[in-house]
């Protein structure tokens, strides 16, 4: 594909006044307020060199080093019981500070705890893999470095997972554009019919909100329906809201008499 070139910023005039506005966080609780987080920190402070770590929502949140993502994993894996990696990702704050910071979400079902390990790292910079040691890391970092261009090393099978493999871009950062690039629109024309069908096929319409009233051949069936890939009728159908012969003591609602309000009362 050909390269996306920036459109003067397109993702933040239509829907963004501010793109890093961050809503306020949940209250923090001191860790020696439970005593099995508390145990737990002390492990980690006594092998590891924590930055921050604190209780939200009823889960242990410690930053750590980026570079020692593989040990403290491990090391919750093996000495501390945190026998389910759920989830990992990404959170895009390149334009803000120039960094992703990285979460990995972490189950103890001996202990019944959660604990989410994060830690901030440079657009370029790469971190280890983890799926070693967890299954469940494989398919997830791979979705961080489809989305996000997290690079990762050591996976045996670093490749694009949802996109494919001659996209340029990662669609979950902020500054991807929401329909994505233009030429995107011909990607799946061009690669399952042929630049020659463009002009009898048409671009892809990425709008997810738009609803084609002719389209008889997709989902988009509506006033009056017609059999599959028929012409649109101009006959419109109106429903009521009851079955037929109302609802006992109930009067009886019509869509013809239905208002919308413009504002709520």
């Known amino acids: 594909m050909r390269k996306y070139t920036d459109k ?5 005039k239509p829907y963004h006044t501010d793109r890093f506005w961050v809503a306020p966080q949940v209250s923090k609780e001191d860790v020696s307020s439970d005593e099995v987080f508390a145990s737990d920190l002390k492990e ?16 242990l949140v410690v930053y750590i080093n980026p570079g020692e993502n593989v040990e403290v994993l491990a090391f919750l894996k093996e000495k501390l019981k945190y026998n389910f990696l759920n989830e990992l990702s990404a959170i895009d704050w390149l334009e803000k500070s120039g960094e992703f910071e990285i979460f990995y979400q972490m ?35 791979r979705e961080m470095y489809d989305m996000f261009g997290v690079i990762i090393t050591g996976h045996y099978y670093m490749k694009r997972i949802l996109m494919p493999e001659d996209w340029y871009g990662h669609p979950l950062r902020k500054t991807y554009p929401l329909h994505g690039d233009e030429e995107a629109s011909w990607y799946e024309i061009d690669k399952i019919f042929g630049k020659e ?49 109302g ?19």
């Open 8 to 12: 003067k910023n397109v993702q933040k």
């Open 44 to 59: 980690l402070q006594e092998n590891f060199n924590i930055k921050d770590a604190y209780i939200q929502r009823g889960q």
């Open 107 to 141: 189950l103890s079902t001996s202990k019944k705890k959660r604990l989410r390990i994060k830690f901030f790292i440079k657009e370029k910079d790469e971190i280890r893999t983890v799926s070693k040691l967890y299954n469940s890391a494989d398919w997830a970092e």
């Open 197 to 245: 069908y463009r002009d009898i096929i048409g671009p892809e319409n990425r709008d997810s909100s738009r609803v084609d009233e002719s389209d008889t051949y997709n989902f988009s069936r509506i006033h009056h329906e017609v059999p599959f890939g028929e012409k649109p009728s101009k006959e419109v159908t109106f429903t009521d809201y009851q079955e037929e012969g």
């Open 247 to 265: 609802v006992f003591l109930i009067k009886s609602l019509k869509k013809a008499d239905s208002k919308i309000l413009e504002e709520r009362p």
